[in-house]
């Protein structure tokens, strides 16, 4: 009766587990799409731009798009920089999500 006990204990935290990362595959595939979904943002002021946008740079295999060539050039003096904090935000995104759903 023990061992059925736990087979079902477990079987149930199994299920509870795969649950959890469908929930967290889920959130990402929606984040990606709302990312997809937003116009592209200047990284350093935030602006809506556009591709057209005559001021761009690339880093590291990436193209960047700015409202201005200040800012545009404010980018270039310190491009990890201001994707450093991008990252961090985004990884403080990730771990609120993850507290929320319990996984941390």
């Known amino acids: 009766m023990l ?3 736990v087979a079902v204990f477990a079987l149930v935290g199994c299920q ?3 649950e959890t990362v469908e929930e967290v595959q889920d959130t ?3 984040m990606v799409e709302e990312v997809m979904d937003k116009p592209l943002l ?3 002021t935030g ?3 556009s591709e057209d946008s005559e001021w761009t740079a690339e880093f590291e295999g990436v ?3 700015f409202s201005s060539e200040e800012s545009m050039n404010e980018f270039l003096e310190k491009p990890a920089g201001f994707l450093e904090e991008k990252m ?5 995104k990730v771990e ?3 507290k929320e759903l319990g996984t941390s």
Not at 88 to 92: F, H, I, S, T, V
């Open 16 to 18: 509870q587990a795969q």
């Open 42 to 44: 200047d990284p350093v």
């Open 96 to 98: 609120d999500m993850a």
């Open 3 to 5: 061992l059925i006990a």
């Open 88 to 92: 961090d935000e985004a990884k403080e």
């Open 47 to 49: 602006a809506e731009v």
């Open 63 to 65: 193209t960047y798009y």
């Open 28 to 30: 990402a595939e929606e």
